[in-house]
Every structure is written in structure tokens, then in C-alpha cells.
């Protein structure tokens, strides 16, 4: 993104942390897998490329949102010698005709990550919605987001509390996003720095019950997450 774009970031990870106080991003009705580990080390920045412009319709940005961030995590993967395993499947639905996972019925306007199966579904209706209302900000931060969660799986990430499963998505989402623009792999626009801090707040907890089964962390939390992965690496989350 352009430098203002950093700025802004930062700006919002310190007034987030000052306060203290995209959509659906976690799948509340499919599970993540939960169980311990450690981060990849961190590499280089990717090798400069071409820079890609963000697509110019809602099915390009989904597209090209999932698949340069699997690109990314693949490339963290092998820097650490380990092997990234990619989604075995990337599924639009519509309302109730989403997939199950594990026995449990997808909802509508809602995204998630499915370890049984290891695949990611989507409310196609719903997100084109946000898209159109909130721009492309909103793809870049959901699409990010669930797979970041099939990282934690691979990782055998372990947690607590579901806030701190969903928040390090975000950072990861964050980190994803900034190691791609960085690495010339995407070309942000104008205002897209805006567009991303509105998804997030959209997408924001109404209060800080962080012990809530379905907790993704407030605004603010989740603001301050992404920005933290953004401007300081997937390291860092």
C-alpha cells in the first residue's frame, strides 16, 4: 500500500492499544482445530514480482484474494522447511445450502474454515454485499482471515479463549496482506486503508465479553490485530 496506508495502520495500532478497549469473519457453527505449536521462522520478503492490481470485479478479488495468500503462506512454509497444505476446496454458498463441517450445518451471511475436510466456505450473497457496501476492503480481509485459520490448524495452534484464536487470524490476515503488497505481489489503491479499518470495525464484537465462546474481539481489538500483523510481520503475531 502507500506509505499514508502504513501510517494509518500504525496510527490505529497505537490509538487501539491507548483505548483499550471482516463480515463473520470465524465460522460460529463449523470448528477450528485446535491443538500446540510454533510459528515458521521468518524469511526474507517474498521476491519482487510484477506488481498485480487488485481484480476489478467481486469474483476476481475473491480469486485473487485466496489464492496470493495461499501463495504467501506457502512460501512462509517452505522458508521454514515445512510443507504448506493448500485448501482442498474454496466453496461459495448461498443462505442455508452451505456445506457442513463435522456434522454441523453452515449458516448464512457467515465464512469459515472447516478442518474436517480442511476447506473454506463462504456466504457468497452475503460478502458480495459487504463488497458492494464496503468495498473490496471487506474481501481482503475475510478471505486472509479464514485461511488463517487453516494455518493454526497446520500449526497445531492451541488456545484458550475463541478471542484469541480470532484475533491472531486477523494478524495473520494482516501479515498476509502487507508481506503481499510488500513483495509487489498486489497493488493496493487509494482509500483502501480506510476500507480495510471500516471492515474491521463492522465486523467488531458490541462489548469485550472476551470469554464468550464466540468471541472475535472488538473493533479495536481487531483493528489493532490486523495492523500489528500488517506493519510488523506474521512473526509478530
Known amino acids: ?5 502504513v501510517v494509518l495502520l500504525v496510527l490505529v495500532a497505537v490509538l487501539a492499544t491507548g483505548c483499550g478497549r471482516l463480515a463473520g469473519p470465524d465460522g460460529s457453527g463449523a470448528p477450528d482445530s485446535d491443538t500446540g505449536s510454533s ?6 520478503e517474498p521476491s519482487k514480482e ?3 492490481p487488485a481484480g476489478q470485479t467481486f469474483e476476481e478479488d475473491v480469486a485473487l ?18 510443507s ?13 445450502d452451505g456445506p457442513d463441517c463435522g456434522g454441523q450445518p453452515a449458516v448464512p451471511q457467515n465464512a469459515f474454515y472447516c478442518p474436517i475436510g480442511h476447506f473454506v ?7 458480495r454485499g459487504l463488497y458492494d457496501q464496503l468495498g473490496d476492503g ?4 475475510i478471505v486472509p482471515h479464514e485461511i488463517g485459520h487453516a494455518v493454526q490448524a497446520q500449526l ?7 478471542v484469541e484464536r480470532e484475533l491472531q487470524a486477523d494478524c495473520y490476515a494482516g501479515g498476509a496482506l502487507g508481506g503481499l503488497v510488500q513483495g509487489g505481489q498486489l497493488q493496493a489503491e487509494d482509500g483502501d486503508e480506510d476500507e480495510l479499518m471500516t471492515n474491521l470495525a463492522a465486523a467488531g464484537d458490541p462489548s469485550d465479553a472476551w470469554w464468550r465462546e464466540d468471541a472475535h474481539g472488538t473493533a479495536a481489538q481487531r483493528q489493532e490485530s490486523f495492523a500489528g500483523g500488517y506493519n510488523n510481520g506474521v512473526d509478530s503475531c
Open 1 to 5: 500500500m502507500t506509505p499514508r496506508t
Open 39 to 44: 510459528e515458521p521462522a521468518r524469511s526474507a
Open 50 to 52: 510484477e506488481e498485480q
Open 65 to 82: 484474494a485466496r489464492d496470493l495468500t495461499e501463495k504467501f503462506w506457502e512460501q512462509r512454509f517452505e522458508a521454514a522447511g515445512r
Open 84 to 96: 504448506y497444505r493448500p485448501l482442498t476446496r474454496f466453496e461459495a454458498y448461498s443462505g442455508n
Open 121 to 127: 466456505a463462504y456466504d457468497a450473497d452475503w460478502m
Open 138 to 141: 471487506s474481501v481482503y480481509v
Open 156 to 162: 497445531m495452534s492451541d488456545f484458550s479463549f475463541s
